[in-house]
C-alpha cells in the first residue's frame, strides 16, 4: 500500500468513526425525548435540530411533541422540526391539516424559518391567508415572505392582505411583499392609492424594504412626498432613507422636504438625507446649509413651540434639564441661551449643570451663563480652546470614538456663532469620518440632529 493511500484509508476510517459517534449520541437524544423532566426533553430538542438533516431520524419523536400541552415544549419541537430542514415537509405539512390551531400555526411558523426550501408547501400555506384566525394569517404572510415566489406567485393575495381588518396581518403582508422584490411593485403602487391610511403607511414601509429594485421604488417614493397627509410624507422619506445610497436621485426631493411644515416630515427627510450622502456630498450639504441659514431648518421659533411668548419656554426647558439623555440636557442649555435674559428663573439649575458628568454640556452651561446674566463672565478664547481640545480627543480616539461626544460637539458649533470659526474643522472630520463609517454605525449622530431639530438649534 501506498503512503498516500494509507493516509486515505486513514480519513475515511476517521470519518466513519465521527459519524457512527454522532450516530449514537442522535440515539441517545432521541431516548432523552421520553424523559419525565421538561428541562431534559428541551435541551434534548435543542441539540437534535443542532444536528440538522442529521437528525432526521428524530422526525417522528419531534413531531409528536407539536400536540404537547405545554407551549413552550410544542414551539420548541416546531423550532427543532425547522432546523432539520426539507426532511420534516412531511410531518410539517400533515400538522398544518391538524384539527387544533395551536399545531397548525406552529407548523406555519416552521415552514416559514425553513425558508424557500419549503416552497412545496405554497399552495397550502396560501389558503389559511383566507384563515378566519388572524394569527394564522399572520403567519401565513410570514411564511411566504420568507419562502419568496415563484412567478409572482402569492403576490396578489398578500396585496389582497394589506386591506385585511387586523393591523398585523397587514404589516406582516406588507413586510412579505417587501422580500419578493419587483413582482411585489404593482400591488404596493396600488395599496397607495386606498383610502385607508394605515394601508398606504404599510405599503411605504415595504417599499422601503425592496432595495434590489430601488430604480423601480425611488420614484414612487419620491411622488409620495408631495402627498397632502404628513404621515405618508414621512413614511416615505422614512423608506428612501432605507434604500439609502440608491436612493440619491430622491435627494432633491428630500432637501424640499427638510423644509416641510410639519417637523416630523422634516426630521424624517433629514436623515434620509443624512443617509444618503449629506456628509460626503458638498453639493447638498451647502443647499442644506443655505436652508438653516434661512432661518432654522426646523421651522417654528421656541415661543410657537411653547406657546406665545418666549417666557412660556423657559419652564419645559428647565424641565429638560434633568434629563438623562445628554443630547437633550444640552439642546435645553442652548435653548435657554437664545432666550437670553429672560430665562433668569433657569439660573440656578443651569449653574447645578456646571457639574454636569458631561464635558460637553459643562462648557456649553459656561457659555450660556453670560448671556442670561452678563454680570457672570466667560473668557471666548479659553471656551474656543477648550473646543479644539475636545475635537483632538474625538480624533484621537480613531475606531473607538464616542458618538454621543460628537453629537453635543456638533451642536454646541453650529448653534454658537461665537464658534464659527471651529466649524470648518469639525465639518473636515465629519467628512473624514462618513469615508470610514457607515453612518448606521453611528445613529447618536442622527440623534443628535434629531434634538437639534426639535429645539431649533440648526445644524450647519
Not at 393591523?167 to 411585489?184: I, K, M, N, T
Request: proline share 6%.
Amino acid at each position: 500500500m501506498s503512503r498516500g493511500s494509507g493516509w486515505l484509508l486513514v480519513m475515511v476510517l476517521g470519518l466513519n468513526a465521527a459519524s457512527l459517534r454522532a450516530d449514537e449520541r442522535i440515539e441517545k437524544l432521541i431516548a432523552a425525548l421520553n424523559d419525565p423532566e421538561t428541562p431534559v426533553v428541551m435541551s434534548a430538542m435543542r441539540r437534535l435540530g443542532n444536528y440538522g438533516t442529521a437528525a432526521k431520524k428524530a422526525l417522528p419523536a419531534l413531531s409528536a411533541f407539536l400536540r404537547n400541552g405545554n407551549p413552550e415544549v410544542a414551539n420548541q419541537a416546531a423550532r427543532s422540526l425547522a432546523q432539520i430542514g426539507v426532511a420534516s415537509m412531511p410531518e410539517l405539512l400533515k400538522g398544518l391539516k391538524d384539527p387544533v390551531r395551536p399545531v397548525r400555526e406552529r407548523s406555519l411558523a416552521a415552514l416559514g424559518l425553513i425558508g424557500p426550501e419549503a416552497r412545496i408547501a405554497l399552495p397550502l400555506v396560501l389558503s389559511n391567508l383566507r384563515s378566519p384566525a388572524p394569527e394564522m394569517r399572520v403567519l401565513a404572510a410570514y411564511a411566504l415572505g420568507e419562502m419568496g415566489v415563484e412567478a409572482g406567485f402569492g403576490v396578489k393575495e398578500l396585496g389582497a392582505a394589506l386591506r385585511d381588518k387586523n393591523a398585523r396581518v397587514r404589516a406582516q403582508a406588507s413586510e412579505a411583499l417587501g422580500l419578493l422584490g419587483s413582482a411585489a411593485l404593482p400591488e404596493l403602487t396600488l395599496a397607495l392609492t386606498n383610502p385607508d391610511l394605515d394601508v398606504r403607511l404599510d405599503a411605504l414601509r415595504a417599499l422601503g424594504l425592496l432595495l434590489a429594485d430601488s430604480r423601480q421604488t425611488v420614484p414612487v417614493l419620491v411622488n409620495a412626498l408631495k402627498d397632502d397627509n404628513e404621515k405618508i410624507r414621512a413614511a416615505a422619506a422614512q423608506s428612501l432613507g432605507r434604500i439609502g445610497q440608491q436612493a440619491k436621485d430622491a435627494l432633491p426631493g428630500l432637501v424640499n422636504a427638510v423644509m416641510d411644515q410639519k417637523r416630523a416630515v422634516q426630521i424624517e427627510a433629514f436623515n434620509a438625507v443624512l443617509r444618503i450622502s449629506a456628509l460626503n456630498n458638498s453639493s447638498v450639504l451647502k443647499e442644506l446649509t443655505q436652508i438653516n441659514d434661512r432661518g432654522r431648518w426646523a421651522g417654528a421659533h421656541l415661543q410657537k413651540q411653547f406657546g406665545p411668548k418666549p417666557q412660556a419656554a423657559v419652564k419645559p426647558l428647565t424641565q429638560m434639564l434633568g434629563s438623562p439623555n445628554s443630547a437633550l440636557r444640552l439642546g435645553a442649555v442652548l435653548s435657554l441661551r437664545e432666550l437670553g435674559p429672560l430665562a433668569k428663573e433657569a439660573l440656578p439649575p443651569l449653574r447645578r449643570l456646571l457639574k454636569d458628568p458631561d464635558k460637553v454640556v459643562r462648557l456649553g452651561v459656561a457659555m450660556t451663563l453670560p448671556q442670561i446674566n452678563p454680570k457672570e463672565k466667560m473668557d471666548i478664547n479659553k471656551a474656543k480652546d477648550r473646543v479644539d481640545d475636545l475635537l483632538q480627543e474625538l480624533k484621537d480616539q480613531a475606531e473607538k470614538i464616542d458618538t454621543m461626544e460628537l453629537v453635543q460637539l456638533h451642536m454646541l458649533v453650529t448653534t454658537l456663532s461665537e464658534l464659527r470659526g471651529q466649524r470648518s474643522a469639525l465639518r473636515e472630520f465629519l467628512d473624514n469620518l462618513a469615508s470610514t463609517a457607515d453612518l448606521a454605525e453611528i445613529p447618536a449622530l442622527v440623534q443628535g440632529l434629531n434634538v437639534s431639530a426639535q429645539l431649533e438649534l440648526g445644524f450647519c
